[in-house]
């Protein structure tokens, strides 16, 4: 389930808004100038399909998408549960931690969840906007904007990163532990 929750900056507990309508998510962003955007999910092109599936499956929707030719690389990134092998927990807590800081971007952070989900949360002005992606969202977060994200605790995802430049994914971290005091993904969805 998509869901939008707006808190304050200075404290988690004051909820502004909280609200799983796609359209009211999307309202609600576009008053930030942020792009989000609702794709039908592809029949068999979920957790299970293959990366290059995935990319050719989406093929159309990404044309339109890059019909400016800014996106140079366009790829998919993924984490699934591997219960079977004894590493994954510790591969999946360090890939989650990676991005739980708070950081900026000098290009537009572009992501379609073909499967699973993840939280980006948008540091704003006095606010900060979780924004819980599912399959079948796309969210752009402007250059320059304070932000993390939180994969959770049993990562499990499939997205489509477009990149303008090969190290565009580089991140410029502020140093605030902000992300310390708000609720994770788990800890969202559950509420
Ligand atoms: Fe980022």
Known sequence: MTLLQVMADSDAADVRLRTDNP???????????????RWPTLPGLGASAPTEGILAGYDDRIAELN????????????LHPD????????????????????????EDE??????????????????VVAVVCTAGDLLSVPAGTRHWFDMGERPDFVAIRFF????????????????????????????
Not at 23 to 35: F, N, S
Not at 164 to 191: H, K, M, N, S, Y
């Open 164 to 191: 303008e430049q090969q190290d565009g994914w580089i991140g410029d971290f502020t140093g605030d532990p902000i992300g310390e005091r708000f609720p994770t993904l788990d800890e969202l969805v559950a509420a």
């Open 23 to 37: 359209t009211q998510i999307g309202a609600e962003l576009a008053k930030h100038d942020i792009v989000f955007d």
């Open 110 to 127: 572009v992501r379609f969840f073909a499967a699973g989900r993840g939280c980006f949360y948008l540091h704003l002005d006095h606010d």
């Open 83 to 106: 219960d079977a092998d004894p590493r994954w927990p510790a591969l999946a807590s360090a890939a989650r931690e990676k991005f739980r800081s708070e950081h900026r971007h000098a």
């Open 67 to 78: 019909a400016d030719g800014r996106y140079q690389v366009i790829d998919v990134a993924r």
